[in-house]
């Protein structure tokens, strides 16, 4: 199993050499997946934060609401 792995590998490290524009494609698109992954880390940390201070701010409105009430003298 390990020699057809190691085959697999050299033939195909092989045809990278012979072919230039394969491997820098093959290049291109591991750096594209990896930068891909890096945005969509930074982009799901930017919505947990703007999720986090939504709801922080329904939080305070909703304790000022709260505190907005009418007093019974003031009641016609």
């Known amino acids: 199993m390990s020699e057809e792995i190691g085959k697999t590998a ?3 490290v ?4 012979d072919q230039p524009l394969s491997l820098a494609l093959v290049v291109m698109n591991i ?3 990896g930068f891909l992954y ?3 880390v930074v982009a799901h940390h930017e919505r947990q934060r703007e999720m986090e201070m939504l709801y922080e701010n329904r939080k305070y409105v909703a304790d000022i609401l709260s505190r907005c009430t ?3 003298s003031d009641r016609k």
């Open 10 to 12: 050299r033939s195909f």
């Open 14 to 17: 092989d045809t990278l050499k």
């Open 31 to 33: 750096g594209l997946l």
């Open 38 to 40: 890096y945005t969509g």
């Open 70 to 72: 009418i007093a019974p």
